[in-house]
């Protein structure tokens, strides 16, 4: 036995996480070992010294310095802060009943998927939204937003209006996240288009990281024609084979302007409220799978 200080105290009074990395480091200088596998060397750490024992471990000059004897040092871990920074040293083990599978990490994208995952799969704990959608206009953000924040209540999905230009909204988002091929947003973008567009804007989108799953179509033009029909129903007198001029919707001899309409939807709509199917499967139930 060996007696040690940290800070002319008796290590035995120092935190829990200061004897597991005296421990931990002393049995890295051991000379009889030149393989060691650590089980969650995360434990009792702050994420500040996880990612300088990280470091540590994988910096050839510092490890040939400390103990050079040591050829291969082995982790399982929880924290994203001890994955390697070489793709190929990074693999996942999963058990299903009996079996367990161990997987190498190829790809950047298998990498990113492999770090989202260990940080809970949510990326609300980092204060970011869980998924963000780009519209085109007006009446189509507050509608859309409205029915997320009803259907999806505990989870924070940011719509953006895209003014009319979706790709300048990507663009900033590329901008402000970093290539969106490899970054573990990507799934989680979606685009929202009028059956009726620029085009090339899809391919366009696609060639900019959207994935072309998550850019949504409208099968007719115009947001109005997914609003739901008891509500369109209650706004022209018992109808809802609506129709659209420039800013105007028209059914059963009653004409209100997009504004107003959108208006009237937003006030009645609740979580009661039956939507039409395309917008539940071609949005939201994209959006719920995606943030699961």
């Known amino acids: 036995m060996r007696y040690v200080e940290v800070g002319t105290q008796n290590i035995?009074?120092?935190?829990s996480g200061a004897r597991l990395l005296a421990t931990l480091l002393g049995l890295c200088m051991d000379e009889r070992f030149d393989v060691i596998l650590i089980d969650e060397p995360e434990l009792g750490l702050s994420p500040r010294v996880q990612e300088r024992l990280?470091?540590?471990?994988q910096d050839p000059a510092k490890r040939a310095a400390l103990f050079p004897h040591l050829t291969n040092i082995y982790l399982a871990t929880h924290s994203h802060l001890f994955l390697?920074?070489?793709?190929?040293?990074?693999?996942v083990v999963a058990k299903d009943g009996a079996d367990v599978s161990l997987?190498?990490?190829?790809?950047?994208?298998?990498?990113?998927?492999?770090?989202f995952n260990l940080l809970g799969n949510s990326l609300e704990s980092l204060f970011l939204p869980a998924a963000i959608v780009v519209v085109e206009g007006k009446t189509d953000f507050e509608y859309i937003d409205r029915v997320i924040q009803l259907h999806l209540p505990t989870r924070r999905v940011t719509v953006i209006h895209g003014s009319g230009d979706v790709k300048w909204k990507i663009r900033g988002l590329e901008e402000a996240l970093g290539d969106l091929q490899r970054s573990p947003f990507q799934s989680r973008i979606f685009v929202v288009l009028d059956s009726i567009h620029q085009p090339g804007l899809v391919a366009d989108l696609t060639a900019m990281g959207?994935?072309?799953?998550?850019?949504?179509?409208?099968t007719q033009n115009g947001i109005e024609h997914l609003y739901p029909e008891s509500l369109l129903r209650d706004?022209?007198?018992g109808t809802s084979d609506i129709s659209i001029e420039d800013d105007r919707i028209s059914a059963g001899g009653i004409t209100l302007t997009k504004s107003d309409l959108c208006e009237e939807v937003l006030v009645k709509i609740d979580t009661n409220t039956v939507l039409p199917d395309?917008?539940?499967?071609?949005?939201?139930?994209?959006i719920e799978a995606a943030i699961a």
Do not use: C, M, P, Y
Not at 54 to 57: E, H, K, Q
Not at 103 to 115: A, C, N, S
């Open 12 to 15: 035995s009074v120092a935190s």
């Open 54 to 57: 990280s470091r540590l471990f």
């Open 84 to 91: 390697s920074e070489s793709l190929a040293d990074n693999f």
């Open 103 to 115: 997987t190498q990490i190829k790809t950047t994208i298998d990498r990113h998927r492999l770090q």
């Open 210 to 218: 959207v994935l072309r799953e998550n850019i949504v179509t409208w």
């Open 235 to 237: 706004s022209f007198g």
């Open 278 to 286: 395309e917008l539940q499967r071609e949005l939201l139930d994209k």
